[in-house]
């Protein structure tokens, strides 16, 4: 097992930037493809970002593209999302998540078999 825990978020202005932070414990990080999901009220939840597990290679989803950033530390066992430019409709709550199921992981949330609480950010207008 793995546990996943996120910090980062909060209330900020459109314009700035914004880098969320995933801390995971327990089994071997390396062994985990990472990814980062959102969810807005009332809305399903989408695809961010996800990474490899050793960090060469990472990809996006649509709305992520140019303003997002995935990385990972594997000696620090964390994964980040870098977000530039924030936008009231980048408010959602993010989740981190991972799996050990494949060496890349994929956008279906199904895929990961592990989830952090979430942490909220609030972009404001």
């Known amino acids: 097992q793995v546990q996943l825990v996120e910090s980062g978020g909060g209330l900020v202005q459109a314009g700035t930037s914004l880098r969320l932070s995933c801390a995971a414990s327990?089994?071997?990080?390396?062994?985990?493809?990472m990814a980062w999901f959102r969810q807005a009220p009332g809305e399903e939840r989408e695809f961010v970002a996800g990474?490899?597990?050793?960090?060469?290679?990472?990809y996006y989803g649509g709305s992520a593209e140019g303003r997002f950033t995935i990385s990972r530390d594997n000696a620090k066992n964390t994964v980040y999302l870098q977000i530039n430019s924030l936008k009231p409709e980048d408010t959602a709550v993010y989740y981190c998540s991972a799996t050990s199921q494949s060496r890349s992981g994929s956008s279906y949330w199904g895929d990961y078999d592990y989830w952090g609480q979430g942490t909220q950010v609030t972009v404001s207008s």
């Open positions: 990474i490899s597990r050793s960090g060469g290679t990472s």
């Open positions: 327990g089994r071997t990080f390396s062994s985990f493809a």
